[in-house]
């Protein structure tokens, strides 16, 4: 699913070209799709963009005098630019935003779709789709270790609440516990004031990374190749292969569709913490360290 760093940098090349444009006409090819129904999507037609803004994963087109397009690209959305009208009528493309200077449109792979797009008029209706989550390239480190403790939770839970921070998911969580060099199943309720701030600072340092290099990656062109495995990440998606710090082997814990990466040398002083389906299997067998 695109987290902050990938919805900022959509929010950014999106605003590029369309901001003071006329929205000439919304074409849906998939009907799930619109999760609104007044007021109707025809009701934008031939107005303008007034502004582009992300609130947590989703991507928030203004439309005057106080319309406000809500799109969530949920875990297979993606967008893309064309210079001239592009046609919907492949099974993957649900949507095509057509302006005067191009077309933004919609797709989503796979046989979940799960993307949606809702239409709102007037800011409190825009704020009933706010999750809640605090900023956290915004927000002061006593801000962030309040939403933080709020809740005893797993770290892991706890970065990827979208009431309590917005924008975070299960890539860029595992690549801010491994930089802090904490375990994901961590208690936030055990964690001491110094684990704190080196939280605060790991959360930071790496969406301000990511932020700067998916932005260097588009080179000025509209992102094409947005997706939650990189190979420049050190533990997301890279089980099985060693940690670019200590060279242990990345492991993993399987939850559903779910998957925690981690480095058993840097977050857990070695030890292997518990899968789900494979240590149930094993029981007695499986190993508490590598």
């Known amino acids: 699913m695109p987290e902050l760093p990938d919805i900022n940098l959509y929010v950014e090349k999106i605003d590029e070209r369309i901001r003071g444009q006329v929205l000439n006409d919304i074409r849906i090819s998939r009907p799930f799709l619109v999760r609104s129904y007044d007021p109707p999507l025809s009701a934008v037609n031939g107005r ?15 439309v005057e005098p106080d319309y406000w397009l809500i799109l969530h690209l ?3 959305g993606r967008l893309h630019w064309h210079e001239g009208k592009a046609a919907i009528t492949s099974k993957h493309k649900l949507a095509a935003f057509d302006f005067p200077n191009g077309c933004l449109a919609l797709t989503e792979a796979g046989t979940k779709k ?10 409190g209706a825009l704020a009933e789709h706010d999750p809640g989550g605090i900023e956290p390239l915004e927000c002061s480190c006593d801000e962030f270790r309040a939403q933080l403790l709020r809740e005893n939770r797993t770290l892991k839970r706890a970065l990827t609440n979208p009431k309590s921070f917005s924008g975070i998911g299960n890539a860029y969580s595992d690549e801010i516990l491994r930089s802090a060099h904490l375990s994901p199943i961590k208690l936030t309720s055990k964690l001491s004031e110094t684990e704190v701030r080196s939280l605060f ?13 998916l932005r260097e990656q588009s080179r000025g062109q509209f992102p094409e190749k947005v997706t939650a495995f990189r190979e420049e990440m050190a533990v997301h998606g890279k089980f099985g292969k060693p940690c670019p710090d200590c060279g242990t082997t990345v492991q993993r814990i399987r939850y559903k569709s779910n998957e925690t990466n981690y480095c058993p040398g840097c977050q857990t002083g070695g030890r292997l913490l518990a899968d789900r389906s494979l240590s149930r299997l094993l029981k007695d067998d499986w190993p508490d360290t590598l």
């Open 201 to 213: 600072d790991a959360t930071r340092t790496t969406l301000e990374r990511w932020c700067t290099v």
């Open 114 to 123: 799960r993307a949606s797009l809702y239409l709102v008029q007037g800011a």
């Open 48 to 62: 303008r963009i007034t502004e582009l803004r992300r609130i947590g994963k989703r991507i928030v087109f203004g």
């Open 74 to 76: 949920m875990v297979a």
